[in-house]
């Protein structure tokens, strides 16, 4: 098959209502075998993992790609001079290298977004007033983040939708003043962004003695992450800030859960609890599994993501996460990133090592 | 049943907060464990009450006594009917999560390295003239000099291995000090154990010790602690040791054992057919032993070319050694986090450094081969070993000197002329322990700790100048 071929089969099963576990096992092996016959360090990493399309016959056989790989291989099926789009992490770990999936188009990617994104978020409202507080693509063209929020801007926000986030940061009169209309006109209003940002957003609104009450209807997008760029601040008492300072509901404060790795997003109905239940669209599959076996560990224990994203097609389907998470009946919970084991004795932890040879 | 932690002279158990922690490792069933809940003033009083009656129960005994006692409580530990003895294999692989069968030869090599012989040569190490520590004796330079131990000796233990307690502990009793040791919430049992038989074998000692805990990192007791001891002693990763080192009164020293790197060096003397296999057993032991949680366990061998056997073909060796050693002594159950840290260490060899893996996950050990000659770095511990070829060991001491600091004990397996070259080399880079390959886990008694002294490290001396007794002599009632 070609990627043409494959492209044509996942639009259109993303388009179509659901999926039967059928239809995406059968879908699931398709893309596998492509990927096997076109990428090359994926199908050496699955052969040596005894994998081939001739034995994997469940999509849940499919060899996870640790994400950790992205970092020193160049998994694609294209080459990558002729890739449509790099997305980079924004890690710097492991002597600077970041983890890079080169995407020869994003036709499946834009597709997967707006259809997951449309119901998850848009909640069937065609479009919203929407505030990103994150750079423009054109400012990160290597951030599938941004790309992403530029999807969601142009494909569901008004024109009166604006970036938020300019060389210096946070353009707070523009906010102001965007929140201060919504509140008058009682127009529904979106504010979309990373965690951090949202963060900052509050600091800045609440150091002028501001709150917001936002009509009706409108609603908050984080994205996770805070990564050391603001105050960490625990989930609970996020959600709380961020009902307070714009007046929206913790159940309409919605949080997306993404990776640089993968092409679809995941999300949760809103967080009136934390933490809240996520989960992604049909064409994806997600696994809470041991770190190193692979194995699914029994519900309700805790596991690291492994996700199956058919619109991954490009790069690789399935990966494994370091993200801690419990399976529910609905999704997963997520519970942040695992942490290495810390040396509890004398004996040398990989970081402390790292640090003291720096320092040494 | 629920065990108490702790051993607290002078304080009313009952009048005492204790609170219940379920202790295990990896999913194991846990054991309950009681830990006092302790106010800095705690801490204060026990110290006083520690150095009160060491000044009157301790210090006046000659050394010689000590080590008697010391002698009686190993015996007692050594001799699997006694009820310690039992309470410790049943609990403290519950606790640890390490292997029972592992844990009962650990606790008796461990012992071993304890009773009156072994202690004779801990002081024999430090001392040319033991008794040095009972009285003033004859010093080379002229005069003559006594070492006197702290008043009160602080500890701060780790719980990675157990008995890991021992080492310090007895040296503070050798020396005379009242002792207030802290253990770590991961074992705290081996040190109230040994404190208990200690009281009964010697009872005019039972107060002269106290064994304290406290959830790590916590600041008042810590600092109270501290504030209450003449010296201390910490066992811990660089963060830790760094707050600890914080809370320190002026004035007052730390000694610090913090994280440490050891690895093994395998000539291709050691690699001839007859000798390999033993080879990779012998590596394989220093492995496994305590997962390589201790800080002279090995996180890689450097395996010269040139032999019989090639670098690859004893990775192999090493792997099937370790197989055979899980069979009879399996791997502890590993937590969330140490299975990740595995599995990224894993990820990390295959990837970042095209290492060949050898054996899959699902194994309680992991070998990983490196051809390229350059290898050194940490594992992720828990029987994760790197192979890395090299063309001459000579080559590795350069290789590991920017890692000095960190260096502690080197397992070689080479022909004595290389194993002296080498340990030059290697002490030159920072190691302080050079081992047989096969004994790099049991460091023989009086061995020096990351390159110090046990005892004389913890003393100071009184000296008489040499011209104070002739100076005495003139007012002598018989002078003439």
């Known amino acids: 098959m070609t990627r043409d071929d494959i492209s044509a089969d996942l639009l259109k099963f993303i388009s179509t209502p659901q999926s039967s576990e059928d239809a995406f096992n059968a879908q699931a092996l398709t893309v596998f075998d492509f990927q096997f016959q076109n990428n090359q360090p994926y199908a050496t990493f699955a052969r040596s993992r005894g994998k081939t399309p001739r034995t994997v016959k469940h999509w849940s056989d499919i060899p996870p790609v640790p994400i950790n790989a992205f970092k020193s291989l160049d998994l694609t099926c294209c080459q990558p001079d002729k890739a449509a789009a790099v997305f980079m992490t924004s890690g710097t770990t492991q002597g600077g290298r970041?983890?890079?999936?080169?995407?020869a188009a994003l036709d499946v990617y834009d597709a997967s977004m707006r259809r997951n994104f449309a119901d998850r978020f848009m909640r069937g409202t065609p479009r919203l007033t929407m505030g990103i507080l994150f750079p423009t693509a054109a400012m990160m063209p290597n951030s599938s983040l941004a790309h992403y929020l530029d999807l969601?801007?142009?494909?569901?926000?008004?024109?009166?939708?604006?970036?938020?986030?300019?060389?210096?940061?946070i353009d707070l009169p523009r906010l102001t003043q965007a929140l201060e209309q919504s509140e008058a006109t009682g127009q529904s209003y979106a504010l979309l962004g990373a965690s951090f940002s949202l963060v900052h957003a509050m600091d800045a609104v609440q150091a002028q003695g501001r709150r917001f009450q936002l009509p009706p209807g409108s609603r908050i997008l984080d994205t996770g992450g805070f990564k050391g760029q603001s105050r960490e601040l625990e989930l609970d008492a996020f959600y709380d800030a961020l009902s307070q300072t714009f007046g929206v509901a913790r159940a309409d404060c919605i949080g997306m859960y993404g990776m640089t790795e993968l092409s679809s997003q995941f999300y949760d109905d809103g967080n009136a609890t934390c933490p809240s239940v996520k989960s992604g669209p049909h064409w994806v599959r997600s696994r809470v599994v041991n770190p190193l076996t692979g194995q699914s560990v029994p519900k309700g224990e805790t596991g690291v993501l492994a996700h199956t994203d058919l619109a991954h097609y490009n790069i690789v389907t399935t990966i494994l996460t370091e993200d801690a998470a419990i399976e529910t009946d609905n999704g997963f919970q997520l519970l942040g990133r695992?942490?290495?084991?810390?040396?509890?004795?004398?004996?040398?932890?990989?970081?402390?090592?790292?640090?003291?040879?720096?320092a040494g | 049943m629920v065990d108490h932690a702790c051993y607290l002279p002078g304080l009313d158990p009952q009048a005492l907060r204790w609170k219940t922690l379920t202790l295990g490792h990896g999913g194991g069933l846990g054991h309950?464990?009681?830990?006092?809940?302790?106010?800095?003033?705690?801490?204060?009083?026990?110290?006083?009450?520690?150095?009160h009656h060491a000044a009157r129960n301790l210090r006046p005994l000659p050394v010689s006594r000590i080590v008697d006692v010391i002698d009686t409580v190993i015996a007692r530990l050594l001799d699997r009917q006694d009820p310690y003895r039992r309470r410790m294999e049943h609990a403290l692989p519950i606790v640890t999560g390490y292997d029972a069968q592992m844990v009962r030869l650990g606790l008796t090599r461990t012992l071993k390295t304890f009773r009156k012989p072994e202690l004779l040569r801990f002081l024999a190490e430090d001392f040319p003239n033991p008794a040095i520590l009972d009285g003033f004796q004859p010093l080379p330079k002229g005069g003559y000099g006594q070492a006197f131990g702290p008043g009160v000796l602080g500890h701060i233990w780790a719980g990675n291995v157990p008995a890991l307690p021992l080492w310090s502990l007895v040296c503070g009793l050798l020396v005379k000090s009242g002792n207030i040791g802290k253990v770590a919430t991961a074992e705290p049992l081996f040190a109230t154990w040994f404190?208990?038989?200690?009281?009964?074998?010697?009872?005019?000692?039972?107060?002269?010790?106290?064994?304290?805990?406290?959830?790590?990192?916590?600041?008042?007791?810590?600092?109270?602690?501290?504030?209450?001891?003449?010296?201390?002693?910490?066992?811990?990763?660089?963060?830790?040791?760094?707050?600890?080192?914080?809370?320190?009164?002026?004035g007052k020293r730390l000694l610090e054992f913090g994280h440490k790197v050891s690895f093994a060096m395998i000539s291709a003397a050691a690699l001839d057919p007859a000798k390999a296999a033993d080879t990779a057993r012998r590596a394989a032991d220093d492995i496994a032993r305590y997962d390589q949680q201790g800080c002279f366990a090995p996180h890689v061998v450097f395996v010269e070319k040139g032999g019989h056997v090639s670098p690859r073909v004893f990775a192999r060796y090493l792997a099937g050694a370790l197989s055979?050693?899980?069979?009879?002594?399996?791997?502890r159950g590993l937590t969330m986090a140490e299975a990740n840290s595995l599995a990224a260490w894993r990820h990390q060899e295959e990837f970042a450094h095209g290492a060949q893996m050898i054996g899959d996950a699902l194994g309680d050990w992991s070998v990983s081969f490196h051809e390229g000659g350059s290898g050194f770095g940490p594992s992720c511990l828990n029987r994760a070993i790197r192979v890395v070829a090299v063309d001459d060991l000579a080559d590795v001491p350069s290789q590991v000197a920017p890692y000095r600091t960190l260096l502690q004990t080197?397992?070689?397996a080479a022909p004595p002329d290389a194993l002296f070259k080498l340990a030059g080399l290697l002490g030159e880079a920072g190691v302080t322990r050079i081992a047989a390959l096969g004994?790099?886990?049991?460091?023989?008694?009086g061995w020096h700790h990351d390159g110090r002294f046990n005892l004389s490290d913890l003393v100071q001396i009184t000296e008489i100048d040499a011209r104070a007794p002739p100076a005495a002599d003139t007012l002598a009632a018989y002078d003439d």
């Open chain 2, 324 to 331: 055979a050693f899980g069979h009879r002594y399996p791997r």
């Open chain 2, 410 to 412: 080197v397992g070689i």
């Open chain 2, 195 to 250: 404190a208990q038989v200690l009281a009964d074998v010697a009872p005019e000692l039972a107060d002269c010790l106290a064994v304290v805990w406290w959830q790590g990192g916590d600041d008042a007791p810590e600092r109270a602690m501290l504030q209450a001891t003449d010296l201390a002693l910490a066992y811990g990763g660089s963060e830790a040791l760094a707050d600890i080192h914080g809370r320190m009164p002026p």
């Open chain 1, 98 to 103: 970041r983890g890079k999936s080169y995407h």
């Open chain 1, 152 to 169: 969601a801007i142009t494909g569901f926000g008004t024109p009166d939708s604006q970036w938020l986030i300019g060389p210096d940061g």
């Open chain 2, 439 to 445: 004994d790099m886990t049991t460091p023989e008694a």
């Open chain 1, 338 to 358: 695992v942490s290495g084991a810390e040396a509890v004795g004398c004996s040398m932890a990989v970081d402390a090592f790292l640090k003291a040879a720096k």
């Open chain 2, 32 to 51: 309950d464990v009681a830990v006092p809940v302790l106010e800095p003033q705690d801490m204060t009083r026990l110290a006083e009450h520690v150095r």
